[in-house]
């Protein structure tokens, strides 16, 4: 079970059963972060998730995070009929997206959509973040996009230091890259802190960077207000929430909009569900989550069957620990396979088929909680991903708004290859051959 390499002791968890009881054990061994990737970033780890700490700065930072994260997603938005600014945001972008698409498609005819649904989604978590949404032309946003696809291939390769230590002090090219995209990244959240402060007003808190300055400026952390936060520390709150929460979610729309392409039969049946449950006369809302139990059920197996987070960040032994009769030392370094639970054989009957019907109960009325959180996708323990709530969210609405309105498929006879490329997060091959048809006339909506 244990493995290592170089001066490093490396353990790949499988099994759900396995990773479960390591999560009854991970409240006090599994917790931590290793240090291995934190030297790689120019912020030297202080960020949330590659904070190697899991003690009280930790806590107070993930809880400030939450709390900032919550405030931004869940609070009443006061310019529209929407439940909340998330729901704000999200519709306004899914609407958007609609008419693009069409657009591109009367002219190009066939055409690449993961384009214009990353910049969606950014400009989403911008919303949030930063109080701002950009035009999707907007050469800053773009250049913030790549950014995540530059981050996301080069930390997904690895890097041999991140198991022999010393190799840190050779020089090394990917290394070089790995920090200069730090530095564009802290520079650009950098740049936009300073404008929130230099207009920071206390009784009008604007966004998640507001939240964190004025937390910032009382010099407490929330309801633990003996840690202290330096104002740097809060920065990089903001770059992880904004980090995290943009390639995850294009990435999970992405793949379901392939998924609906490849499975017509199970669009229509979505498409019949929506047609029947909210109609064509008003668009989607996050309340009509739960009515819907066979896009829920689309949506896990979607996570199932794409896996493509196929595993969390790591996580570290805190302290010496014995799992299914094995002993682990302190500070191994252990890697969830995530890809394995989600096709186990164990688990799922012939996981490589794509059949939303599993998480259905017999009656197919309601989705089976048991069958869906077999799902692995957003880690577990007290370091599971913070941004789940928001993330599943997002990708109900997005979801529900696109396809009521559009039909998506792919032009007959030109090759599409779903082989997922490895990286932090796993996609297709970039594929160019989107069709799509409005399901009826344009309506404006309510
Ligand atoms: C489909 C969407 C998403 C997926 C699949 C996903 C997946 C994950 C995974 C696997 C982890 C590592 C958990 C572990 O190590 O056990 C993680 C961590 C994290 N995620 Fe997400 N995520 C998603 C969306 C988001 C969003 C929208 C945000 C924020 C707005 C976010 C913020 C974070 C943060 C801050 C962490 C680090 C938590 C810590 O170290 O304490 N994620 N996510």
Redesign the pocket.
């Known amino acids: 079970m244990e493995v290592r390499i170089g001066s490093r002791p490396v353990l790949v968890l499988s099994g759900l059963d396995t990773i479960r009881q390591a999560l009854v054990k991970q409240g006090e061994d599994f917790m931590g972060?290793p240090d291995l990737y934190s030297f790689r970033f120019v912020t030297d780890g202080q960020s949330?998730?590659f904070s190697p700490d899991s003690g009280e700065v930790w806590k107070a930072r993930?809880k400030l995070?939450q709390s900032a994260?919550k405030s931004f997603s869940v609070a009443p938005s006061p310019n529209s009929s929407c439940s909340c600014l998330l729901e704000e945001h999200v519709s306004q972008e899914a609407e958007y997206l609609v008419s693009k698409f069409l657009q591109v498609m009367e002219q190009e005819k066939r055409f690449d959509l993961n384009q214009y649904l990353v910049v969606s989604v950014a400009n989403v978590?911008c919303a949030m973040c930063f109080g701002k949404r950009y035009e999707h032309d907007d050469q800053e946003l773009l250049s913030l996009v790549n950014m995540g696809n530059e981050f996301g291939e080069v930390a997904g390769g690895g890097h041999p230091a991140d198991f022999i230590p010393v190799l840190r002090y050779l020089p090394s090219r990917t290394m070089e890259l790995f920090k200069d995209i730090n530095r564009r990244f802290n520079a650009f959240v950098q740049k936009i802190v300073q404008e929130h402060y230099s207009s920071f007003d206390k009784e009008h808190i604007r966004d998640i960077t507001d939240s964190l300055i004025g937390h910032c400026q009382e010099k407490s952390a929330g309801e633990d207000g003996h840690v202290q936060l330096s104002d740097e520390k809060i920065i990089h709150i903001v770059n992880?929430?904004f980090g995290?929460?943009f390639d995850?979610?294009a990435t999970?729309l992405s793949w379901s909009l392939m998924y609906v392409a490849l499975y017509p039969d199970v669009q229509r049946k979505i498409q019949e569900e929506l047609d029947q449950t909210i109609g064509r006369e008003r668009r989607p809302r996050l309340s009509d989550r739960g009515k819907l139990p066979y896009t829920e059920a689309f949506i896990l197996e979607m996570f199932r069957h794409s896996s493509f987070?196929p595993f969390?960040?790591p996580?570290s032994t805190t302290k010496a620990t014995v799992l299914n009769g094995y002993y682990i030392p302190k500070d191994t370094c252990v890697f969830?396979n995530q890809w394995q639970v989600n096709h186990d054989e164990n688990l799922w009957k012939d996981p490589s088929a794509f059949r939303p019907e599993r998480f259905l109960t017999p009656s197919g009325a309601e989705v089976s909680r048991t069958e869906g959180e077999k799902v692995l996708?957003?880690?577990?323990?007290r370091?599971?991903?913070?941004?789940?709530a928001?993330?599943r969210w997002?990708?109900f609405l997005f979801l529900t708004t696109l396809l009521q309105q559009l039909h998506f498929s792919l032009r007959p006879g030109e090759p599409v290859d779903i082989t997922p490329q490895y990286g932090l997060t796993m996609k297709y091959k970039k594929c160019e051959a989107f069709q799509i048809q409005p399901r009826f006339p344009a309506k404006s909506s309510p």
Request: aromatic residues 2%; positive net charge; charged residues 20%.
């Open positions: 972060r949330l998730s993930r995070a994260l978590i992880d929430l995290a929460g995850t979610v999970a987070v969390t960040i996580h969830i996708s957003f880690g577990l323990g370091r599971r991903c913070l941004g789940e928001i993330g997002e990708i």
